[in-house]
């Protein structure tokens, strides 16, 4: 891939800033349904994505065409619109020389992972449902990159990921296993099928309550929700740009137990060690302590904000603004042994449910979209399990609800009543983004509507 | 080689793999899409793919393999894999798979292309949108942005069944949108449509537009809107514009039709639906206004083609006649396990990608009435339109959608502009409460339909009109 990179660079000639991004993916994703395979899929594929600015105006191209003639027609278009282009004022120049922080994640097994091992891991899911209905996937993925720029910026990097997310259903009640990791060891599919028939069977007989506020215990999957719409709007630099985010460095715009990073290159995160613009990841804060500190930024955004670049542009290009992919919310301290509630809460979580009073206890959130992008109003739904809580003890299973509920005001200063102890990394469904994060105990949550409307 | 060599090549393939059942199918794209933002070219994005993808069926146990690799041995070896895939299925099987028989044969389509959306120069393209930007600007937007996009799509499909088909589709759309920033709030206004609008039709579809005529009202709308009344909560008489519709149609019929989530395989991730197979033919969906039909076969629609990517034929279907529920979207071996005699609307959105059940043009038809009438037969009630948020849970049927903008609607005149318009219902509750349709019906094309693990993005056709509700929740608020 290096190669093509440098190939592609060579046939551009000089006087031209150029970029070139070459990726390899390699997905396989075998899915089940009715507690049996229906959908087994693979393909890898090899795209190559240039950018240039000649004279004043910038334009960019991709292919999957990589012969030298498919090459040569990519950089003759490419090279084409810079001409028609009209001038590109923002123009942030190329990413400069610059070394790689680490190599990021990778893990051979998980890589060279065969139909069977998928297929083994789904036998196990089904196995340990017992019975249960069950629908779900196991997806396997590696990827490469090789970026190079026309300003010396050569890098190349690669990551492999793995990942299971699956319910077990009973009367029409889901409960739910899901987990991302960059080991196949790492993910069982006996572990998440007993946790998610657990789920299910305890969902049985579901009651409904009335809409209003609720103390709640968010589960992992539903924080992780939290932070997707915090990633797409709140810290994307486009978006700060245009006064259309809540985010105010410097302003304590979060709880004090909040401290919310994107680390690619640590523990448990994924990705490829550095931006589509060659720019090396790099550990980034947004919130410190409940303390917002910066957003995300590529170099466009980076330059019209007076700062520097973190790394976060996207292979797609700058239309969507600079979103972080791997974020994680810090865990809390260790609050001893872990209180026994029995299968239906996940471990993680336990010890905060032992603290409400009355709340509920929320495994998922589901088809979540922003009413209003700056004060982050989102509305969705609960999704795979909603259990009361009473006196610290889960009493009974509840009906899914509609929320409308502001993400930040949500964890705002004050508004946090604990934070779980173990994190658990949770993939989005595109295989692009992955989010750790321990359960929260939050004191409001604005539940606006009932199963039945 | 040609592209149905190469198709072949990867179909007997899979076939001496020990498939029972395969096809092929070879697709090259062109994408180019610009962006604009406040006078400003903001992006050009200009793509080329080209591969193929193989199904082959084992036992009872599909496989899927695809590679960006048009030669005879990558096509080979794509077609092995794929069969090699459909075997380790067996570790976890299910019941017999069958294919609903559609006919086997050679075809070619091509879509309605009045102006090759690719030959005209970027140059006059970039203009447009930068005019259109400008204008909005200079009218008081915070952020003015603008967009259009173009598909130009050539596949060739061949089935161990005789299938040998190709197309080749065009697509294409533009939009602009004003945004106003106030004080902790923000305010959008679009036209045509949130994302735009879409068809498979040439670059005439985006001069029918005429962006740059509509770029101050959105401006001047989006500015309006910061010190609008906020859209009262409580239950009422709702009206929604045509475009609002088509979402109303595409969230709460189009996916709850899909047999594919009826029979629960997307029950993991898109969901299950709220109907059942039992009632097929004999449920009260909607009021007796209520026609909805399956159409890939309307001119000029998003959802359009001459052949689905399983080689059925376009054909026109009735999925709710008079308020009653009679048809679904179909694949052939979901319509195999329903007991049902025909299929045709199976699509990906590549050649990496396994064809799955989809909407194809799900749309409303035309009414007796207009959109004047509803208004002035209305005493007191709120007029919704341009979509601006979505949601609905995975049975399709708790939902909550958010537009644009709102009107007051008080003894048959519209009054006062609102904001922060929202309503809320359950499926078949809200359409049963439909008692007056227009007849002034657009095909809107909804290009970022998302399904389906890998994901998908699915281009849907909704032909639509304005139409009324009664009894209805609006003004859900954070």
Not at chain 1, 104 to 130: H, K, S
Not at chain 1, 166 to 176: E, K, M, S, T, Y
Not at chain 1, 381 to 394: K, Q, Y
Not at chain 1, 405 to 426: I, N
């Amino acid at each position: 891939m290096r190669d093509i990179a440098h190939r592609v660079l060579s046939m551009v000639g000089p006087g031209v800033e150029a970029e070139v991004f070459v990726g390899h993916t390699a997905l396989a994703l075998t899915r089940f349904a009715n507690s049996s395979i229906h959908q087994n899929v693979a393909d890898a594929t090899t795209s190559v994505r240039l950018r240039l600015h000649a004279d004043g105006r910038t334009a960019s191209g991709s292919t999957t065409v990589t012969t030298d003639e498919g090459l040569a027609g990519l950089v003759r278009r490419t090279r084409e619109a810079t001409r028609l282009l009209p001038p590109d004022a923002g123009w942030p120049g190329l990413a400069p020389l610059a070394p790689l922080a680490g190599e990021g994640n990778w893990d051979e097994a998980t890589a060279q992972a065969a139909p069977d091992a998928r297929a083994d891991r789904v036998r196990a899911f089904v196995d340990a449902a017992g019975g249960l209905e069950t629908a779900g996937y196991c997806r396997t993925m590696h990827a490469a990159g090789a970026f190079a720029n026309s300003a010396g910026q050569s890098v190349t990097g690669r990551t492999a990921e793995v990942a299971m997310d699956a319910i077990a259903r009973l009367d029409g009640a889901d409960g739910l296993g899901r987990l991302a990791s960059g080991r196949l060891s790492e993910v069982d599919g006996a572990v998440l099928g007993a946790r998610a028939a657990a789920k299910a069977r305890a969902s049985a007989g579901a009651v409904e309550l009335p809409p209003g506020r609720y103390e709640v215990v968010l589960e992992a999957p539903a924080v992780a929700d939290l932070l997707q719409n915090f990633a797409l709007y709140g810290f994307n630099g486009k978006s700060y740009n245009e006064r259309r985010s809540f985010a105010e460095p410097g302003a304590e715009q979060f709880d004090h137990a909040i401290t919310l990073v994107d680390d690619t290159l640590g523990a448990g995160g994924l990705g490829l060690p550095f931006d589509a613009e060659g720019t090396p990841k790099r550990r980034v804060a947004f919130v410190s302590g409940g303390v917002t500190e910066s957003v995300a930024h590529d170099r466009r955004t980076a330059a019209e904000a007076g700062a520097e670049s973190t790394a976060h542009a996207l292979p797609s290009g700058g239309a969507f603004g600079a979103i972080p992919a791997s974020m994680r919310l810090d865990p809390g301290p260790a609050t001893g042994e872990a209180a026994e509630l029995g299968a239906v809460v996940d471990p993680a979580a336990a010890a905060l449910v032992a603290g409400v009073e009355r709340g509920l206890l929320v495994t998922d959130l589901w088809y979540t979209r922003v009413l209003d992008p700056k004060s982050l109003v989102v509305t969705g739904l609960t999704r795979n399990g909603v259990w009361l809580i009473e006196d610290g003890e889960i009493t009974t299973p509840v009906r899914n609800f509609r929320f409308t509920q502001s993400y930040p005001q949500a964890l705002a200063p004050g508004a946090v009543l604990g934070v779980g102890a173990e994190v658990t990394t949770v993939p989005d469904g595109w295989g692009a983004a992955w989010r750790t994060t321990p359960a929260l105990r939050l004191a409001s949550w604005n539940f606006t509507g009932g199963a039945s409307g | 080689m040609t592209h149905f060599d190469v198709a072949t090549a990867a179909v007997q393939a899979a076939l001496d793999a020990g498939a029972r059942y395969a096809d092929a199918r070879v697709m090259h794209r062109r994408y180019e899409a610009m962006s604009a933002r406040n006078g400003e070219i903001e992006d050009l994005s200009q793509s080329e793919d080209a591969g193929i993808g193989v199904r082959a069926l084992v036992g009872s146990g599909w496989g899927f393999y695809a590679v960006p690799d048009l030669s005879d041995a990558a096509a080979r070896a794509a077609g092995t894999r794929a069969a090699k895939t459909a075997a380790a299925s067996a570790r976890v099987p299910g019941p017999a798979t069958d294919l609903t028989p559609v006919g086997a044969g050679a075809g070619s389509w091509a879509s309605a292309c009045e102006v090759d959306p690719l030959s005209v120069p970027l140059s006059d393209k970039g203009d447009l949108l930068v005019h259109a930007t400008k204008t909005m600007r200079e009218h008081g937007a915070d952020v003015a942005e603008g967009l259009y996009q173009i598909w130009d799509t050539e596949k060739w499909f061949v089935s161990s069944e005789g299938h040998r088909i190709d197309q080749h589709i065009r697509e294409c759309g533009a939009g602009i949108s004003s945004t106003a920033i106030g004080d902790g709030e923000v305010q959008r206004r679009s036209y045509p449509a949130y994302r735009g609008q879409y068809g498979t039709r040439g670059w005439e579809l985006v001069q029918e537009l005429d962006l740059g005529a509509h770029a101050a009202r959105t401006a001047d709308e989006a500015r309006a809107l910061l010190t609008a009344p906020l859209c009262p909560a409580g239950e009422t008489t709702l009206i929604l514009g045509g475009e609002q519709m088509a979402l109303q149609i595409h969230e709460s019929v189009g996916h709850a039709i899909e047999l594919d989530r009826i029979l629960g395989w997307e029950a993991a991730f898109a969901g299950t639906s709220w109907l059942d197979l039992d009632q097929l033919g004999t449920l009260h969906y909607g009021s007796e206004l209520m026609n909805i039909t399956i159409d890939p076969t309307i001119p000029g629609a998003l959802g359009s083609f001459g052949f689905d990517d399983e080689g059925t034929p376009a054909a026109r279907r009735d999925a709710v006649r008079e308020g009653r529920w009679v048809g679904v979207l179909a694949g052939r071996d979901s319509a195999a396990v329903a007991g049902l005699d025909y299929a045709g609307s199976v699509r990906a959105d590549g050649w990496s990608r396994l064809p799955m059940v989809r909407m194809t043009n799900v749309g409303l038809e035309p009414g007796p009435h207009t959109l004047a009438e509803m208004i002035a037969a209305t005493d007191d009630g709120i007029f919704m339109e341009t979509n601006r948020s979505w949601s609905i849970d995975d049975k399709r049927l708790n939902f909550q959608f958010g537009t644009e903008i709102a009107y007051e609607v008080k003894n048959g005149r519209q009054g006062r502009m609102l904001r922060n318009p929202t309503y809320t219902g359950i499926g078949p509750v809200f359409w049963r409460s439909m008692d007056m349709l227009s007849s002034e019906s657009v095909a809107w094309g909804t290009p970022n339909c998302g399904k389906g693990q890998p994901g998908q993005v699915g281009h849907t056709g909704h032909p639509a009109a304005p139409a009324r509700f009664q009894n209805v929740r609006v003004g859900v608020r954070g």
